[in-house]
């Protein structure tokens, strides 16, 4: 059974910097997808980056590229989000998530295509 396990939320002011970590367990395939996500309350969740494990693939939002970074570290089955220039509009709970598997055809801003999902860490920037 894969396991997500988020951590790095807090409160920070606008302009700052946080780090998310997910820490990722149970995969089977060497190559799936992993995700961000975002969630404020009576919103749907929102995309924000996602990363093809065992490839380079990487995809940001518009809201925030340029200013937010997916990375991950195999060694240590990581996942991360390096979040800079926070604006009080990226208030909110953050999701990491994976597929199962691989597929060319995964379109990764569609939460319904991850099987997997943390329980997440929450993110407050104040201005």
């Known amino acids: 059974q894969v396991q997500l396990v988020e951590s790095g939320g807090g409160s920070v002011q606008a302009g700052g910097s946080l780090r998310l970590s997910c820490v990722a367990s149970?995969?089977?395939?060497?190559?799936?997808?992993m995700g961000w996500f975002r969630q404020t309350p009576g919103k749907e969740r929102e995309w924000v980056a996602a990363i093809l494990i065992g490839g380079r693939a990487t995809h940001h939002a518009d809201s925030v590229k340029g200013r937010f970074t997916i990375s991950q570290d195999n060694a240590k089955s990581t996942l991360y989000l390096e979040m800079n220039s926070l604006k009080p509009e990226d208030t909110a709970m953050y999701y990491c998530a994976s597929t199962a598997g691989y597929s060319v055809l995964t379109r990764v801003s569609v939460p319904d295509n991850y099987q997997y999902w943390g329980q997440g860490t929450q993110v407050t920037v104040s201005s």
């Open positions: 149970g995969h089977t395939s060497s190559n799936y997808w």
